[in-house]
Structures are given as C-alpha cells and as structure tokens.
C-alpha cells in the first residue's frame, strides 16, 4: 500500500471537515490534491502477481492533468436491473476524475433524481431539469445545469417530471436522438459527460444509448448478476446497429463485492461471460458508500482515505489509462 497516498488523502478529510460527515454550508469545495502513485487492487499488490480473475496486475497511472478540456467522451452508466450501482458509480467515477482535473457533467437520466441529490442539488427547487432541457427547445442547455459545490462536477438535474417523458418522446420527431441533441450544446465544455441511466430499457435508455460513446455497465456481484444483461446488450446491439454505430461496450465495472467464495465465484462467471471487457477495479460493498450519498458528496470527497474512494480512483484512472476518458 502507499503510505504517500493515506498522507494525501487523510489531510483532505481534515481540510474539508468531512470526518463527520458534515458538508461545508456553502462555495466549492477545492480539489485536494490527489497522489496515489501505485495502484492497490484489494491491498494485495505485493504478494499476489494476478488479479482475482488470474490475469495480470495492471497499474494505473495517475493521470497528466489536461492542457485544454473538450471535448467529452460521453458514457451511459446502464442496467435496467436495479440497486447494482449506477447511480454511486456515475457519482464517485466524476468525484475521482474531478480530482484529476477531469471537467465532469453527470446528467441524471433516471426520474427518481438520485444522482441529483447524491451531488447535494436539490431537484425540486431547480426551475430547469433534463426534463426541460429535452422539451423546450427555446431554453439554454447551460440554464438547466447546475454547478455542484464540488469543483469540476456539474449536474444536469432529474425530478419526478422525467417519468413523462418516456410517453411524451414516444411523439417527438427523432425521438430516440433527443437527448444526443441536447447534449451536443455542451459536449466542448466538458471533458466527459455521464448519464446516470434509470433501471429500465426503455426509450429514455434508448436516448442514453444514442448520445453516448461507450457504456459502462455495473454489475453486482450477487447471484443473479448477469440476469438480464443478455437483454441489455441485446439492446446495445440493436442501437448499434440501427442508429449509432459507434456505440461502444467500454466495459463492465463489478460492484458491491466482498471477499467471499460466493462473491469469488460470481466474480468469475461474470469474466466467462465478458473476458476482458471486466474492468481490473472492483467496487467492495461498504457502507461507506450509502453515507456518502446521505451526505450528498462522493466518497472521493467524504472519505479520500476510504478502501472504496481509492477504488474509485482506480477506475477513473483506468478508464484513463485505456484512453476512454481524456
Ligand atoms: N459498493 C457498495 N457497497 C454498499 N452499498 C452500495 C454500494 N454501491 C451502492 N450501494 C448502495 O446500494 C443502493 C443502490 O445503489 P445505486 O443507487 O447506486 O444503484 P442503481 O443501480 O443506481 O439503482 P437504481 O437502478 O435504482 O437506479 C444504494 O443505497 C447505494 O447507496
Ligand atoms: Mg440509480
């Protein structure tokens, strides 16, 4: 493990107050400075040459920062099972690149507003949300976006009212590209865009899918982890092929894993099934992760000393290394 990490990031929770939890009232919140010289996938690095699926350890770099920002490498965070971590991913995946200097739009595609308030905006006060930025075409997409308290995070905001919206595209001219529209206005201005996608295959999904360069797709290393992901790549495919050809699967982030044989042997089904497309980092299950969106900051920010923000950071910093993200 690196000892000028835990210094780094251990100073960060102090300066920021976060220890207990308690957000600052108001202004952003600075990005600390973030060193993590070598990666530590599960705190092993030293006597285990492989990873847990038995390939090779990779270390990933900790990214240059970037001269110019723009533009963004769009991805959808997609399941349409629940509860497997999009919405945590999408959040703490922007904290980690924040902090390398990554500009990070998170557009929350999901009517129940998670991402929203876990990045401390609060959809019911907002005037403009997604919702608006989709349907009235006379608004500017920078009016619906809010400015986080977290440096370099910005939140397109979802409410209740995007649950309309998957009967009001059915209608709308180019319905499944209405989202890519949107997001064209905004793509220079960021470094990547994240679309926190509801559980659901439907039309909004389908919008997500055609805005988007590549999709993550987190999975929860559960039992039924792949249930339904067969579905889901059925519905990649079909985006691919009809309507956005360069639609790409970035890869399959696993989360919520602990150190069980059964977590192991998930694990292990879900590489047969996607081989290399299995992202090196893994998510460990702790409840860390909960108390951090009640505090309405990514892990990142609430707890950079924390086993899973440091797991974060490695697969921000993958999907750097893999050139996924700038
Ligand atoms: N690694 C983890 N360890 C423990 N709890 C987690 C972890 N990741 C997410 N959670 C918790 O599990 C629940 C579901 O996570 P999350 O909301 O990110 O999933 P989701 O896929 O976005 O769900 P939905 O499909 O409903 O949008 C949340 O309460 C979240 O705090
Ligand atoms: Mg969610």
Redesign the pocket.
Known sequence: MSGKDEGAVHGGIRRNGFAQGVLPISGTIAVQPVDDAVSTPFDKVNIMPTDMLGREYETFRVPEPLQQHGPARIIAMC?QK????????SINIAGALSQYGRRVLIVDF?P?G?ATVGLGVNANTVENTVYTALFNDSIDVHEVIQHTEFENIDVMPANIDLSAAEVQLVTEVGREQVLAGVLRKVRNEYDVIII?C??SLGLLTVNALTAADGVII?VAAEFFALRGVALLMQSIEKVQSRINPGLEVYGVLV??FTRTLHCEEVLQRIYEAFQDKVFHSV?????K??DS?VAAAPITIYAPGHK?AKEYREIARELVTKGIVA
């Open positions: 399941n629940g509860g497997v971590g999009k919405t945590t991913s999901d129940q998670a926190d509801q559980p987190p989360t919520m998510i460990s299950r702790s409840i992760l909960p969106t899973t």
